[in-house]
């Protein structure tokens, strides 16, 4: 059974541009999360989407943006990079009926130059 | 303001010695917590969690930890740490304002263990 996964694994981009991360949730689980872990720090919630529908948004701008499709997938997109937003952007799953336990993926590694 | 505080930052232990990790909330309501941790080069796993009932939790790998409410605390504990468990500790938590859907975690514990 494979856990949830995430792609690419490292991006490199440049302030201004755009960029979409990839997330597929672990199996049987319905809600997908996203979450910016800077360097040092814990996790931040980004938002996260049930049904393919945005719940809750954290205190992020509206540069940020998310998608989730039928089968649970989903996508962050990030728009007018800026050196701040280098990190590392984490995916959680949930099985439905839970309580808010979520399961990490690997994460994507964005470095803006 | 709602946040999740974690004492220590760094700590460094001699295995076979006993590991108390602290773990603070700022909210008064019903709240579920949780312990995440990353081994060098993984990603985060769940450690152990509570929703309600016996405070105190069993996780995996011989982790525990203790619900105590009147404290707003979430202490995670290990009798006897070994070098495996070398890794970033982060505590969680969610159901602040009635909603179960964020999760706030602390800013993390680096452990190193010394054989």
């Known amino acids: 059974d494979a856990g949830v996964t995430q792609s690419p694994t490292h991006l490199i981009k440049t302030r201004g541009q755009q960029v979409t991360l990839r997330c597929s949730p672990k199996s049987g689980h319905d809600t997908v999360s996203w979450y910016q872990q800077a360097l040092g720090q814990g996790p931040q919630f980004i938002f996260q989407y049930y049904e393919e529908e945005e719940r809750q948004r954290g205190n992020f701008p509206d540069r940020f943006s998310g998608h989730q499709f039928p089968n649970y997938s989903s996508e962050l997109n990030v728009n007018a990079l800026l050196l701040g937003d280098s990190a590392l952007y984490l995916c959680?799953?949930?099985?439905?009926?839970?309580?808010?336990?979520?399961?990490f993926g690997p994460g994507t590694r964005l470095t803006v130059t | 303001a709602q946040s999740v505080s974690q004492h220590n930052h760094h700590v460094i232990l001699s295995e076979a010695a006993s590991l108390e990790l602290g773990c603070n909330y700022s909210?008064?309501?019903?709240?579920?917590l949780f312990w995440y941790v990353q081994y060098p080069g993984q990603h985060l796993q769940l450690l152990l969690k509570?929703?309600?009932?016996?405070?105190l939790v069993k996780g995996i790998k011989g982790f525990e930890a203790e619900f105590i409410k009147s404290k707003f605390s979430f202490n995670l504990r290990k009798p006897s740490v070994q070098w495996s468990d070398t890794a970033e500790y982060f505590c969680?938590?969610?159901?602040?304002?009635?909603?179960?859907?964020?999760?706030?975690f602390g800013a993390g514990t680096r452990l190193a263990v010394h054989p």
């Open positions: 909210y008064g309501g019903t709240v579920n």
């Open positions: 959680a799953s949930s099985p439905p009926g839970t309580r808010g336990e979520q399961y």
């Open positions: 969680a938590v969610n159901g602040f304002s009635g909603g179960y859907n964020k999760l706030i």
């Open positions: 509570y929703f309600s009932g016996d405070p």
